[in-house]
């Protein structure tokens, strides 16, 4: 059964990928007629003012189809602006693989999706029409086959019957399809190897500068928490000990009413010692794992929560560490700023990659500007070299996907 439940995700998820990979062949296409009506029209010497605009706009394409496989793989770095003048723009390496893949993606990605759609179409037609096959009059035959004609439910039943094979079909073909479609993009869209090294570099000066920031953050709050908590209720442990030591002999009585204010007082400095330990690397991490500690953040929310938790093996102690601060993080985002009455929690293990996805239906508009922690958590995970991605229209629902380096 849970091979079952597994393969019905993978072809979902093919199904989505080539629906969003169809969206990008119609702007590729369009980008394309676009560009090869300029380039005829320099050849008569009238397109020249119109070649950057059209060099951008295939930019914009690729650019889009860069986020849509970065949020399914390999992140793919965005190259910039286009080089202003028409000779720097066609000497850039980018533009000419953004020419390429633009070519490529608008044929092959049109036609993998439209037919990776198409099967999953017609399975349901097919399956279905013993249904409403009465409706149809005979002489129009079966869906798509307009010379069998259709008079019986047993022949009805037949056409559902092949409904089945495209069923079977599109649970074969849709990830192949889906590996087609994006086949150009992984190929031609990432940067060059010598470019890739020099964009790489310049990524992780930019998080490690990250790094050390979230760092700062985190010893100053775990040095407040322990100067504004447990330092003060140490030193009302000493005065209280000190007061107790003095009525030890005067009045017996109240040194031991000073005995027990100070008991409280240190249970209460280790109660808050073991608070700030927490935040640094929770134990029910080692004790539970994973699923555990995040199935203990969605028992104690105040939203009912809905957790999924996929990960076979163990991930590192760091990155476990940022999936649950992320979590932990998101949830009392949704507590105190979405207006939710459900939220989502899902976390899988995927191609060497952790993926931990918080979705809430309430009212949206979430903004990192505006503090709630947002900034918080795009810094730790970028400090592990992970990508955050923050979606939340005006009127919900939000959704923040956080994808972690976890080995493969």
């Not at 050849?43 to 889009?64: C, M, S, T």
Request: positive net charge; contains cysteine.
């Amino acid at each position: 059964m849970a091979y079952v439940w597994r393969r019905i995700r993978v072809v979902v998820d093919a199904i989505e990928r080539l629906v969003g990979g169809l969206g990008t062949a119609v702007l590729a296409l369009g980008a394309l007629l676009w560009a090869l009506i300029v380039a005829v029209a320099c050849l008569a010497g009238v397109g020249l003012l119109a070649a950057p605009g059209a060099l951008r706009a295939v930019r914009a394409v690729a650019d889009r189809e860069r986020a849509r496989l970065s949020r399914r793989g390999t992140p793919i770095p965005a190259p910039g602006p286009v080089p202003l003048g028409l000779r720097a723009a066609v000497r850039d390496p980018f533009v000419r693989r953004d020419l390429g893949w633009v070519t490529l993606h608008a044929i092959t990605g049109l036609l993998s999706g439209l037919v990776g759609l198409a099967l999953p179409l017609y399975a349901l037609q097919d399956i279905t029409f013993p249904l409403w096959y009465r409706l149809v009059p005979p002489e129009d035959g079966a869906p798509g086959m307009g010379w069998w004609r259709i008079e019986s439910l047993s022949e009805a039943f037949v056409v559902g019957l092949v409904g089945l094979g495209w069923l079977a079909a599109a649970v074969g073909f849709s990830p192949a399809l889906a590996r087609v479609q994006e086949w150009p993009g992984r190929w031609l869209l990432p940067p060059p190897p010598g470019v890739d090294l020099s964009l790489r570099v310049a990524a992780l000066t930019a998080t490690r500068a990250a790094a050390l920031d979230a760092h700062a953050v985190e010893l100053r709050r775990i040095e407040r928490s322990l100067h504004d908590g447990t330092q003060n209720r140490l030193v009302a442990v000493n005065v209280l000990l000190g007061a107790a030591r003095r009525a030890v002999r005067r009045n017996p009585e109240r040194a031991d009413e000073i005995l027990g204010q100070a008991q409280d007082a240190a249970e209460q400095a280790l109660g808050e010692l073991r608070t700030v330990v927490r935040g640094i690397l929770p134990p029910v991490l080692d004790d539970r794992g994973l699923a555990g500690a995040l199935a203990g953040l969605a028992g104690s929310c105040a939203v009912p929560c809905r957790l999924e938790v996929d990960v076979a093996v163990r991930c590192a102690a760091s990155v476990e560490a940022t999936a649950y601060f992320v979590v932990a993080e998101g949830l009392t985002n949704v507590v105190r700023h979405s207006g939710a009455s459900q939220v989502d929690v899902t976390v899988r293990r995927e191609q060497g990659r952790l993926l931990v996805t918080v979705r809430d239906d309430g009212h949206g508009d979430a903004d990192e500007a505006r503090g709630s922690g947002l900034t918080g958590i795009r810094r730790r995970v970028e400090a592990y070299d992970g990508r955050m991605t923050l979606t939340s229209p005006p009127g919900g629902p939000t959704r923040m996907h956080v994808e972690l380096p976890c080995g493969s």
